[in-house]
């Protein structure tokens, strides 16, 4: 069975059940609890909506960002720095035994280390599992959604998923043949692009926040992070319309300039790419 749930001044529960929980994270960079809100009070799976960068205390530094998933360890200590100028992200948090098990398919010696399940900080969010999350939180927040089994029936899912892109992004080695200096040089344009996902820059610019050749780089970057430097500008901007298209009924045409699209054909053509319907259908889902 769950426990006690207890929320920082800067969350908000949204729905629980006895086997499962989840809420929300908004903290803007300018308040105290941004660099640090202190140890994570559960083992917690985080689906960000901003970019962030986050440093674990005795671990690596990355970038949280809307295209990953982040696992917490209850007691893992860990500071903020600004890539966005909020942290927004949705929580998820699961009864002990039910995290265990599922993890114990990928990672059968789980149940030996109890106090600290998840063993990767951060994995790929794909665009079905944060669609499906994403849809899951809104409906949620909006008022009651069906019988507590959907619900949990739902998240079980998504957090399922996303266990199993954690362990398949390591089992084929790909973030393992980056090494420390490379990876440090993709987390950095990681950075540069996330703070400002709209823009288009060079990629002689990027190079020389990576401070190495523009082959090198692109090479890197899809070796490290299975995607083009392109690519992971496009997620950013797609995870940024679900929540623009949700947020009264503006213009399409107008969200797609803001996110940087020359016209609405270009920007609805990458979110069905995305997504898989188009963004008038998303708006009309409710």
């Known amino acids: 069975m769950l426990q006690e749930i207890r929320t920082k001044p800067v969350e908000t529960l949204v729905h629980r059940t006895d086997s499962i929980a989840f809420g929300r994270f908004v903290c803007p960079a300018s308040h105290p609890l941004f660099r640090d809100s202190g140890p994570c009070s559960y083992h917690t799976f985080v689906f960000p909506r901003t970019a962030t960068r986050i440093r674990l205390a005795e671990g690596p530094s990355f970038v949280g960002d809307p295209t990953t998933v982040l696992f917490y ?32 398919p990928h990672d059968p010696a789980v149940r030996d280390r109890r106090d600290r399940p998840f ?15 994403r849809r899951l939180f809104d409906r ?3 008022g009651p959604i069906g019988e507590r089994l959907e619900i949990e029936e739902a998240a079980i899912g998504i957090l399922a998923a996303a266990i199993a892109s954690a ?13 420390f200096v490379q990876q440090e040089r993709i987390e950095l344009v990681k950075r540069a692009i996330a703070a400002t ?17 523009q082959f090198q780089l692109c090479r890197c970057f899809r070796k490290a992070t299975g995607m083009t430097m392109t ?9 940024d319309a679900l929540s623009r298209l949700r947020e009264g009924r503006r213009d399409l045409t107008e969200i797609a300039l803001d996110l940087g699209y020359s016209s609405h054909s270009h920007f609805s ?17 409710p």
């Open 269 to 285: 053509s990458v979110f069905r790419r995305t997504f898989g319907m188009p963004p008038s259908s998303w708006r009309a889902i």
């Open 197 to 213: 996902p709209a823009a288009s820059p060079l990629l002689s610019d990027l190079a020389r926040v990576a401070g190495c050749s």
């Open 231 to 239: 690519e992971y500008r496009h997620s950013l901007r797609m995870r």
């Open 140 to 142: 949620a927040r909006a």
């Open 73 to 104: 360890n209850q007691h893992q200590r860990y500071e903020r720095a600004k890539v966005s100028e909020i942290d927004a992200c949705d929580w998820f948090v699961v009864a002990d035994e039910l995290l265990l098990d599922m993890i114990a």
């Open 119 to 133: 063993r990767f900080p951060v994995a790929a969010a794909e665009s079905n599992v944060y669609l499906a999350q």
């Open 167 to 179: 362990y398949a992004s390591r089992g084929d080695g790909r973030r393992r043949r980056a090494s």
